[in-house]
């Protein structure tokens, strides 16, 4: 499949990156060059892998109500949401940069004005917009500007992009409510952004977390799953089943 393809593009690019952002490069290489080990994700799907559009997404998910959301590496907020009731499905991609087509290594590089991002589909019948951005504010940090501990780059800034004027007016809230109530130590430094445009990510980087290959990777055990984890205790109670 043509995005195992792509790690061999990364050779060299990375090494002039900080040290965590070598262990996240290293681990989706080894993840995407490894066949032996059979993977049920997103990635191994014909008929996803490769150049999926927002708008092919957008069509899987009808009556599904969408949230365009970046808190640092995308592969840990993906985890994080995917595993709440009413949460159809959870995409990593790109927003926030006028670039067409971007790639992995010009977002992780810096190249770009893109963020690293993920497209939540949910329903609204089941959860709401305003509890959507409850769990994406314990999935990372909010109040560290242009970084995510040791992932440093408005690549890896905090925003909300939102859809529509409701959308707008619930984020602004909710930041204002979050600085008042004292959680934080520090003031909220997520922005509100214009999506601009979202683009899908490569096959390999969806489902990332779950993939059977990825677990013991020094990101993924250090910096994602503490993430997830803490979502999961956080929000038990609206977890899916099958993470209970």
């Avoid at 970046?70 to 006028?98: H, K, M, N």
């Avoid at 190249?111 to 709401?128: C, H, L, S, W």
């Avoid at 809230?173 to 520090?186: P, T």
Wanted: net charge negative.
């Amino acid at each position: 499949m043509k995005i195992f393809a792509f790690p061999l593009l990364l050779i060299g690019f990375f090494v002039s990156l900080s040290a965590c952002d070598s262990q996240k490069t290293n681990a989706t290489n080894a993840t995407t060059t490894e066949t032996s080990t059979p993977s049920t994700n997103r990635a191994s799907q014909p008929d996803l892998a490769g150049d999926v559009t927002i708008e092919e997404l957008d069509a899987k998910y009808p009556g599904m109500e969408k949230a365009y959301l970046a808190g640092g590496c995308f592969w840990c907020t993906e985890a994080s949401l995917d595993r709440i009731q009413g949460v159809a499905d959870v995409w990593s991609g790109y927003a926030g940069g006028p670039e067409d087509n971007p790639t992995y290594r010009q977002v992780a590089g810096g190249q770009t004005k893109q963020a690293e991002a993920i497209v939540v589909y949910f329903d609204p019948a089941v959860i709401d917009y305003e509890t959507i951005l409850d769990v994406f504010f314990v999935a990372h940090n909010p109040t560290e500007l242009n970084r995510q501990g040791p992932d440093v780059g408005t690549q890896y800034r905090s925003t909300i992009f939102p859809l529509n004027d409701e959308q707008r007016r619930t984020a602004q809230l909710k930041i204002r409510e979050l600085d008042a109530s004292g959680q934080f130590s520090s003031k909220i430094a997520t922005t509100i952004e214009d999506p601009i445009k979202f683009w899908v990510a490569e096959g390999y980087h969806q489902d990332y977390y779950e993939n059977p290959n990825n677990p013991n990777w020094s990101y993924v055990t250090n910096v994602s799953k503490p993430k997830v984890e803490k979502v999961m205790k956080v929000f038990r109670d609206r977890l899916k089943p099958a993470f209970l």
